[in-house]
């Protein structure tokens, strides 16, 4: 069992930045590919950005890329978003997922999820 728990959203004005946190806790947290969701209200749950193990460099959905990044931190169990340029579309529940297999963009792939944590961006 691995168990994610996510901080650092919040309210912010568009063209600022947030960096969100999730830190894991139970097995083996360098094991997994690491993954950030958002989803905003009355819209599907869409993936973000993800990560492979220790060294790999980060993926991203197109509207984020340049704007977001993803890394981690093995020794501290934890996984970071850093947000720069946010707009108001970015507005949504993030959440953090755990998972082993390739297909990264896939909900289906992670199995392991965190609670979420909301971001929150004003014009």
């Known amino acids: 069992q691995v168990q994610l728990a996510e901080s650092g959203g919040g309210l912010v004005q568009a063209g600022g930045s947030l960096r969100l946190s999730c830190v894991a806790s139970?097995?083996?947290?360098?094991?997994?590919?690491m993954g950030w969701f958002r989803q905003a209200p009355g819209r599907e749950r869409e993936w973000v950005a993800a990560?492979?193990?220790?060294?790999?460099?980060?993926t991203y959905e197109d509207s984020v890329k340049g704007r977001f990044t993803i890394s981690r931190d093995d020794a501290k169990n934890t996984v970071y978003l850093q947000m720069n340029s946010l707009k108001p579309e970015d507005s949504a529940v993030y959440y953090c997922?755990?998972?082993?297999?390739?297909?990264?963009?896939?909900?289906?792939?992670?199995?392991?999820w965190g609670q979420g944590t909301q971001v929150t961006v004003s014009t």
């Open positions: 997922a755990a998972g082993r297999l390739s297909s990264f963009r896939n909900l289906n792939s992670y199995d392991y």
């Open positions: 139970g097995r083996a947290f360098n094991y997994y590919r």
């Open positions: 990560i492979g193990w220790s060294g790999e460099i980060g």
